[in-house]
């Protein structure tokens, strides 16, 4: 590190559960982040300012008016540009020693595995089950790990999942689609701006520590927030051996 990379993380350096090797290990990391939106902007930010070397978008939307309520990427001059070129901007100006990549495009079965393959760690702030479950088939079958976070008018949730390392994909806590009219989107249902911030942020702890090694992850465990009255609470999750996607009744990948 420079003098410049000593003065920038030196927060991070005094740490004892990061300190100078785990620093080096986020600077050589690469993580991607499907979704650019409420969840995708506090996470994005949070990594960068960590110092994480490498960090791949994946968006195929353009920035609304909308989503300035809670999509602290962007800015009103941002409206009506792609929201890639619009968080690699924001990015790049908080710390120009990260490297962003843009992946213009929804993810879909037919690229999934091109642009997931290419990082170390997946982060899914998607807001659709067909994406979820195509980005968790994909992570397992890449042995990825993948943190998950996931919001909606007050409620939040996040955990991270990894069958590769024994713990659950996400098909082994959440196994069904819910039916279309149980699963409102945030343009459907609303969402307080400042809750996407909360859990886009712990998305950006989990994946430090995952990286660093400090501490334990949600890995297991699902965290589950409600911020109208101010509670949370964790609950253990575990692999299931009749999972569809990881267990040992999944067809061979």
């Known amino acids: 590190?420079?003098?410049?990379?000593?003065?920038?993380?030196a927060r991070h350096l005094i740490l004892r559960e990061i300190g100078g090797p785990g620093q080096a290990k986020l600077r050589k990391a690469r993580?991607?982040?499907i979704g650019a939106g409420g969840l995708g902007s506090p996470l994005l930010l949070y990594l960068a300012a960590a110092g994480v070397g490498t960090l791949g978008i994946a968006d195929d939307?353009?920035?609304?008016?909308?989503?300035?309520?809670?999509?602290?990427l962007f800015k009103t001059q941002s409206v009506g540009g792609?929201?890639?070129?619009?968080?690699?901007?924001?990015?790049?100006?908080?710390?120009?020693?990260?490297?962003?990549?843009?992946?213009?495009?929804?993810?879909?079965?037919?690229?999934?595995?091109?642009?997931?393959?290419?990082?170390?760690?997946?982060?899914?702030?998607s807001d659709n089950f067909d994406t979820r479950y195509l980005i968790n088939q994909t992570c397992v079958r890449l042995g990825l790990p993948l943190v998950a976070g996931a919001i909606g008018q007050w409620d939040g949730q996040l955990s991270v999942y990894a069958p590769h390392q024994?713990?659950?994909?996400?098909?082994?806590?959440?196994?069904?689609?819910p039916e279309a009219d149980a699963a409102a989107t945030c343009a459907e249902a609303g969402v307080v701006g400042a809750l996407p911030g909360i859990v886009g942020s712990m998305m950006a702890m989990e994946v430090i520590k995952h990286i660093t090694g400090a501490?334990?992850?949600l890995s297991g465990r699902l965290w589950l927030y409600d911020a109208l009255y101010a509670e949370a609470r964790t609950l253990k999750i575990a692999k299931r051996d009749d999972c569809g996607v990881c267990g040992q009744t999944a067809p061979a990948i």
Do not use: W
């Not at 024994?166 to 689609?177: D, I, L, N, Q, S």
């Open 1 to 9: 590190m420079n003098d410049t990379d000593l003065e920038r993380y």
């Open 31 to 33: 993580v991607l982040s």
């Open 61 to 72: 939307d353009a920035v609304s008016l909308s989503n300035l309520q809670r999509q602290v």
């Open 82 to 125: 792609t929201k890639v070129d619009a968080a690699k901007n924001a990015l790049v100006a908080l710390n120009d020693g990260v490297s962003v990549e843009t992946h213009a495009r929804r993810i879909d079965s037919g690229n999934a595995e091109e642009i997931l393959g290419g990082y170390d760690l997946v982060c899914d702030g």
């Open 166 to 177: 024994g713990a659950p994909c996400y098909a082994c806590v959440f196994p069904e689609r």
């Open 215 to 217: 501490g334990e992850t």
